[in-house]
Every structure is written in C-alpha cells, then in structure tokens.
C-alpha cells in the first residue's frame, strides 16, 4: 500500500514539476539562452569591444586547469602584459581564487579545477590600463527542488560525518537444538520395560515419568523421569523388551534453538568465537540477533566448517531444521567520513551523491573506500557537514538528466 501512494506521489509530483518548469530551473534557462560562443580553443569566448578572452578547462593528459588565451582586435596578446584572475563561486562551498603565470602563448591556472566543475564564473582581467570583467553561471549536474515537492517525495537527507562501519560475510544453514540441551535417558539398571508412558513427539515436564522398569537385580519396578523440560525426538523402546543399556529415549528442549552455519575455507579466518551475527529467518520479519558459540574444528564432507550461533529472544513456533542465512561480523571499525549506499548514483564516469543547499541539489562526485552494510567508506569529494540525499536520490538524478545539464567548459 505505501508503495502504491509512494509511486503515486512521484509520478503527480514530477508530472506537475515537468509541466510548470519550476522544479528545475536550469532547465528554463538553458531553453532561454544562447549557446555560448566557443574559441579556436574549445574554451569559452568573453568579449568587450576589441578585447576577448577565452577560458577553457584543459584536462588533456593532465588534472583540470584553467587555461586563457586573450586576442585584442582578433591579435593574440602577449600572456606577460595581462594580469589575470578568475574566482569560482561553488554552491556551499565558497570561492576558489585562481592565479595565472604566463605559459607559452596562453596564461595557466595554478589550480586543479576539482569536480564538479559547476560554479559562477567571475573574470577579472587588466590590459593595457583597462580593467575588464565578466560573470557567468557554469552549472552542470545542479537542480533546484521546492522543499513542499522534495517532501512529498520522500527525498530524505542526512549529514555527511563519521560512521562505525561494520563487515560481515554471509553463511547460510539450519536451525538446530543446542546439542547441550539434549538428553538421553538410559536405565541405571538394566531390566524389563513394563511401560512406556510418552510417545515420539510428545512434549514433557522436567520430573514427569516417561518409563516404568522391572529391574533385572532385585525384581523391583523403578521409574524414569525426565530430567529436562522438553520434546522426545527419539524413541527406541518398547514395553516388553529388556533395556540392555540402549539409549531408550531422547529429550530436547525445542526453544533452546541455535543456527547451524556452514562456512567455507575462504572466510573460516576471519570468523571468532563471540563475532556478532544477524540471523534471517523467512518466517520473520525482523532478523534475530546472536554471537557466535562454537566452531568446529573438524570440515563437513562438503569442505564446510559448521558455526554455530547461540540466538537473543527466540519467538515462538519456530522449529529446527529451518532455513537461515546469517551475515557474521568479522571487522569493525570507525571511518571519519562516510555515506549511506542508498545515496549513491552514477553520473557520467563517476559515482556521486547529491549535496543539498537550501532548495538546490548538486552531485558531489566521490573518491570511495571500503563498503559495510549501509556505509561506504568517503576517501574525498565532499566535505564534512554537507547535508546530502539518502532517500529517492534517483528523483533528483532523473531531474537532472532531465535539465540537461552537461559537462560544458
């Protein structure tokens, strides 16, 4: 039912956003202005009467940089006679202040240009006793969301910062009866069987008798009663027959269950008696929680090694032989800086998230670390404290691809 109100949302949300174009304002104005005039260079032109500039961002076989080639009446000009400098203005994330030193017939930037490379673009240049300047918006991967429509969407965010990350391998087995809370009731004195009083399955009290023996030594009937509060899964005995020191009956106690993992060579170092475990069981919603009790020390014929796992808050009903997976902690660590896996998108050749600011969305393309759970490892690309998406990111990635915003320098 949620998922069907939560599609209908999305789609009247969108739909509404699409048709009155104030979802994503970028794409009104890309449809507004003109294409910017390119160079000889591939670079941006910026013109003032005589005067041009074109500024492009080379990446070729080196990181980003700016790079400007200035023309005065369509001459190039001497890079040594212009004094130079360009301010990025990021969203949420202050200026960048490029220097530019002469290089060849062009000027260099002193900076790498990091991704994204969406900014305003302030352009200061002095020639020849003029100062010129020009601004403009170089928004790419940028969308802006009313938050009435980001909520009704579910577009969750959260705060990039530490995290406790948590790796786990996944085993799968069985449930089974702790083998410690297993009896077999056997005769102290061999004799003839004159009643049994439980059948196979049946379930007992910790006192009650389950068997009547006429003892072979005095002629004397004795009983047996159980010595745990259980369920007989076996039952080796009939009345009439002589008890001959066999194991008569068996009694497990069914809620005393744990869960039986295999698991192989690979990953049979990583895992310790103690280590955390996360137990699914398809007749429960909810995963039950334990540490594992034992390790075998001998392989299966199937080249496994049996974990088991002692279970927290056992409900009810379940029985053994069950079906189980289990994710079995085998590192834990704190990272300084990390996101949830859910936040996560491709854009073009990178994986990203989507910074918020205000009612504007912005991807932060990411350097990535080790994978947990929910939490991926933050090794660069966004700065502590930036509130991000976790929640529909996908919302905000179809706006954008709907924009059409581009990689343009």
Same mark, same amino acid.
């Given at each position: 039912?949620?998922?069907?109100?939560?599609?209908?949302?999305?789609? %009247?949300?969108?739909?509404?956003?699409?048709?009155?174009?104030?979802?994503?304002?970028?794409? !009104? %104005?890309?449809?507004?202005?003109?294409?910017?005039?390119?160079?000889?260079?591939?670079?941006?032109?910026?013109?003032? +009467?005589?005067?041009?500039?074109?500024?492009?961002?080379?990446?070729? +076989?080196?990181?980003?940089?700016?790079?400007?080639?200035?023309?005065?009446?369509?001459?190039?000009?001497?890079?040594?006679?212009?004094?130079?400098?360009?301010?990025?203005?990021?969203? %949420?994330?202050?200026?960048?202040?490029?220097?530019?030193?002469?290089?060849?017939?062009?000027?260099?930037?002193?900076?790498?240009?990091?991704?994204?490379?969406?900014?305003?673009?302030?352009?200061? !240049?002095?020639?020849? %006793?003029?100062?010129?300047?020009?601004?403009?918006?170089?928004?790419?991967?940028?969308?802006?969301?009313?938050?009435?429509?980001?909520?009704?969407?579910?577009?969750?965010?959260?705060?990039?910062?530490?995290?406790?990350?948590?790796?786990?391998?996944?085993?799968?087995?069985?449930?089974?009866?702790?083998?410690?809370?297993?009896?077999?009731?056997?005769?102290?004195?061999?004799?003839?069987?004159?009643?049994?009083?439980?059948?196979? +399955?049946?379930?007992?009290?910790? +006192?009650?008798?389950?068997?009547?023996?006429?003892?072979?030594?005095?002629?004397?009937?004795?009983?047996?009663? $159980?010595?745990?509060?259980?369920?007989? *899964?076996?039952?080796?005995?009939?009345?009439?027959?002589?008890?001959?020191?066999?194991?008569?009956?068996?009694?497990?106690?069914?809620?005393?269950?744990?869960?039986?993992?295999?698991?192989?060579?690979?990953?049979?170092?990583?895992?310790?008696?103690?280590?955390?475990?996360?137990?699914? *069981? &398809?007749?429960?919603?909810?995963?039950?929680?334990?540490?594992?009790?034992?390790?075998?020390?001998?392989?299966?014929?199937?080249?496994?090694?049996?974990?088991?796992?002692?279970?927290?808050?056992?409900? $009810?009903?379940?029985?053994?032989?069950?079906?189980? $997976?289990?994710?079995?902690?085998?590192?834990?660590?704190?990272?300084?800086?990390?996101?949830?896996?859910?936040?996560?998108?491709?854009?073009?050749?990178?994986?990203?998230?989507? !910074?918020?600011?205000?009612?504007?969305?912005?991807?932060?393309?990411?350097?990535?670390?080790?994978?947990?759970?929910?939490?991926?490892?933050?090794?660069?690309?966004?700065?502590?404290? *930036?509130?991000?998406?976790?929640?529909?990111?996908?919302?905000?990635?179809?706006? *954008?691809? &709907?924009?059409?915003?581009?990689?343009?320098?």
């Amino acid at each position: 039912m949620r998922s069907a109100v939560f599609s209908s949302l999305i789609f %009247g949300a969108l739909l509404s956003l699409f048709l009155s174009g104030s979802g994503s304002v970028y794409a !009104a %104005g890309a449809v507004a202005e003109a294409e910017p005039e390119k160079g000889p260079n591939r670079g941006r032109m910026l013109r003032e +009467g005589d005067f041009a500039v074109e500024l492009s961002i080379y990446e070729t +076989g080196v990181p980003p940089e700016f790079r400007v080639w200035v023309s005065n009446d369509g001459e190039l000009v001497n890079p040594r006679q212009v004094d130079l400098k360009v301010v990025l203005t990021r969203l %949420g994330d202050g200026e960048d202040h490029i220097e530019f030193r002469p290089e060849g017939n062009y000027l260099r930037g002193d900076m790498v240009i990091y991704e994204p490379h969406s900014f305003v673009v302030t352009l200061t !240049a002095k020639y020849q %006793g003029h100062e010129y300047r020009w601004q403009y918006d170089n928004f790419e991967g940028r969308t802006r969301i009313e938050s009435g429509i980001a909520e009704s969407m579910e577009i969750d965010t959260e705060t990039v910062g530490p995290a406790r990350m948590s790796e786990t391998n996944r085993a799968y087995g069985r449930l089974i009866v702790d083998p410690e809370q297993v009896r077999e009731i056997r005769a102290r004195f061999d004799g003839f069987v004159e009643t049994v009083q439980v059948g196979l +399955g049946e379930r007992v009290k910790k +006192g009650q008798p389950l068997i009547a023996i006429n003892s072979n030594q005095n002629l004397k009937t004795y009983s047996i009663k $159980s010595p745990i509060t259980g369920v007989v *899964i076996q039952r080796n005995v009939n009345p009439g027959e002589q008890t001959a020191g066999r194991a008569l009956l068996t009694v497990a106690d069914d809620t005393a269950l744990l869960a039986e993992l295999d698991v192989f060579p690979s990953t049979r170092p990583q895992i310790h008696q103690g280590a955390p475990v996360s137990v699914n *069981i &398809k007749s429960l919603e909810t995963p039950l929680l334990g540490v594992v009790k034992q390790i075998d020390t001998l392989m299966k014929p199937n080249q496994a090694t049996a974990v088991r796992v002692s279970l927290q808050d056992i409900p $009810s009903g379940l029985a053994p032989g069950s079906f189980v $997976s289990g994710d079995i902690q085998v590192a834990e660590y704190e990272v300084p800086l990390a996101v949830k896996r859910s936040g996560l998108q491709a854009f073009r050749d990178f994986t990203v998230v989507y !910074a918020k600011v205000g009612d504007q969305y912005e991807v932060r393309m990411l350097e990535l670390g080790r994978e947990a759970g929910d939490w991926v490892e933050v090794l660069g690309g966004i700065r502590p404290g *930036i509130e991000y998406v976790t929640g529909n990111s996908y919302i905000i990635k179809a706006d *954008i691809e &709907k924009s059409g915003a581009s990689h343009d320098h």
